[in-house]
């Protein structure tokens, strides 16, 4: 059935929950560009408020750029990969992938509201400035986010090809909190998959009443504490805080049910395999922080608005995400998407379960 739209509790800072047709035959809560793009996908340990897209055309430049007004110009957005899995909404049986015997290939699908990047025109002079000036940072913040430091990189680069993640990050990782997301958030929601799957025996989806196989997809996003929580500020889950943000996990499920007795099924878990990927992107009006020791000489940065500032064991500096859109609107830089390949959910979290239907 095609569920109406309908607000979803927050279950962390700025994110967004999305149901797709594999679960609920519905998109909630896609189409908005609000905490979630601005709040939670972005680079930033510290943020201010959001500037609207129109605005940045009435930017002044600054002294380097030699002032006057600010001249628009914009970047492509990158180039989507064709998705290996059906769409989200309405996609039925028929479409449906069989079991795999090995982890699929491909996209899952793609980070949303990926678009064109807008910014103030740079000189030559000015965008090669900011790149050495940049890399000179990048170079003394390695030892503390080598993660962040190689997406900054790959922007800097310009190529605007998709980087690859390690599943492992993920996956051998508490402080990424994937194993959490995996157990308190998709778990409970192919639950709900299966329980409608086999109170209908009609569900548009497939029924899990005849004991067939059944294909099933969610995605959801979270974000790890950028301090690293209990795990520490040299954790990989602090290093992907502030490299993404938050990120996607895109889940494939295939499960089949049998009946025991009563009201009484049993679910098994035959395959579950995800992806995580996000956009790397800059966002109106907020900063991004790169955090270098206080032993480290960081040169003064020639620009009113990129400052340096102490916190606590280190010193950030804050740039503000326009400055990088500029950088990138002139050609010194390109945003990308970043993407895991298709891997296998850990053991512990495909087992079995049980449930009541009459």
Known sequence: MNEARRPLPLQYRGARRDTFGGIDDAQRGLGERTRWERGVLGRSLFRNASVPEGEAKGRSRDKQQGGGPCIAATAPPPTLPPTCLPPFSNAGPA??????????????????????????????????????WLATALTAAQGQRPISVRFLRHYIGGTGNILPMQPSSFTLQPSSRFGE?????????????????????QDPQGTLRTGQPRFLQYRDGIRPPTTGGVHGPQSIGADMATSLGAYYIHSALWARAQHN?????????????????DWYNWNH????????????????????????RSYGVFQVITIPDDWFRDLEVSGGARSYLVYTVPFQVPAQYRQPFSVSVP
């Open 285 to 308: 009006g907020q900063d991004a922080n790169i955090a270098v020791p206080h032993s480290t000489t960081i040169p003064r940065p020639p620009w009113p608005e990129v400052t340096i």
């Open 95 to 132: 479409v449906h992938p069989p079991l795999p015997s090995t982890p699929p290939t491909g996209y899952f699908g793609h980070p949303a509201n990926v678009t064109s990047t807008s910014g103030c025109q740079l000189s030559p002079a000015e965008v090669a400035l900011r790149q050495r």
């Open 181 to 201: 997301f995996l157990l308190n958030t998709a778990r409970p929601a192919f639950r709900q998959g299966v329980e409608r799957r086999l109170r209908n025996p």
């Open 261 to 277: 007795s009563g009201t009484r099924w049993t679910v098994d878990i035959l395959a579950w395999y995800a992806q995580v990927y």
